[in-house]
């Protein structure tokens, strides 16, 4: 499974900003897709997640309300939207996808192929 993510750039604060992670090669009948962050200097974080099947969501508390994951089925990708960004949001993005799974997990090493980080600037 190969994993790319697009969309980064450098935005000012209160500015949007979409990122996109296309898959391609094997698929699988259930799966979750996620977004993670890195910030210099920190751990990779859990941004948000969507389950292929049925389109359940799950989003970090820091960014509910101003990010939105969506998934196109038929394209095999996964969007994140994200409004009124703030200096802290400042990472390179990852997407992930952790095959087989049902349930919606937040932990990295829960997720099984990663694609390479976009990288997002938010100034003040």
């Known amino acids: 499974v190969q994993l790319q993510a697009s969309g980064g750039g450098l935005v000012q604060a209160g500015g949007s900003l979409r990122l996109s992670c296309e898959a391609s090669?094997?698929?699988?009948?259930?799966?979750?897709m996620g977004w993670f962050r890195q910030a210099p200097g920190k751990e990779r974080e859990f941004v948000a997640a969507?389950?292929?099947?049925?389109?359940?969501?799950d989003y970090a508390d820091s960014v509910k309300g101003r990010f939105t994951i969506s998934r196109d089925n038929a394209k095999k990708m996964v969007d994140l939207q994200m409004n009124s960004l703030k200096p802290e949001d400042t990472a390179v993005y990852y997407c992930?996808?952790?095959?087989?799974?049902?349930?919606?997990?937040?932990?990295?090493?829960?997720?099984?192929?990663w694609g390479q980080g976009t990288l997002v600037t938010v100034s003040s």
């Open positions: 992930a996808i952790d095959v087989g799974a049902i349930r919606i997990m937040r932990r990295s090493y829960a997720y099984d192929y």
């Open positions: 969507i389950s292929w099947s049925d389109g359940r969501t």
């Open positions: 090669g094997r698929t699988f009948s259930n799966y979750i």
